[in-house]
């Protein structure tokens, strides 16, 4: 499988470079993903955990999907990819916020997206251990009892979207 090359952006998620995969995590290059929160039509969330292969956060809970955004791509191309990807998904994303790259959020400028579906998942087993959907409250009530079974990135994502939306 070829090496993946993300663009290497500055704080103000402006392209400044390119670099593959390996090298940007292991410098902590700022660079680009996006996250996408998906509920079914009773208001469940969908929580991903991740696989034991992931090379960050393995074995954590995540958002429902999530990954990089190519050299080249926009947020909302990698995010319609994304879900088609991890989760066999294709469906309207609606934009709710993008988060400035910090070390909480991997040093990703992130852009956070919603989605309503009642599409079963096809997972990719390779990414993704297991989905399940979850109410909020359930969600909230684990963040609080065990939040090192979260990432950082979704610990942050799930404290706006507390916060501001729900």
Not at 43 to 62: I, N, V
Not at 143 to 162: K, M
């Amino acid at each position: 499988m070829p090496q993946e090359i993300f663009d290497i952006v500055d704080e103000r998620d402006i392209v400044i470079g390119q670099a593959p995969r390996a090298e940007v995590h292991a410098r902590r290059l700022m660079h680009r993903a996006v996250h996408i929160f998906l509920f079914n039509s009773r208001g469940e969330f969908l929580l991903q955990m991740r696989s034991a292969h992931k090379d960050e956060y393995p074995l954590t809970y995540t958002s429902s999907c999530s990954g990089h955004v190519d050299t080249g791509e926009t947020y909302e191309i990698a995010a319609q990819r994304e879900l088609g990807e991890e989760l066999g998904l294709s469906c309207p994303l609606e934009p709710l916020h993008k988060f400035a790259a910090t070390p909480e959020l991997a040093m990703e400028h992130s852009m956070l997206y919603r989605a309503v579906s009642d599409d079963e998942p096809v997972i990719d087993e390779y990414e993704i251990d297991f989905v399940r959907f979850h109410t909020l409250d359930e969600v909230r009530d684990m963040l609080a009892s065990q939040p090192e079974t979260f990432s950082p990135p979704l610990r942050e994502l799930l404290s706006w979207y507390f916060q501001n939306i729900s």
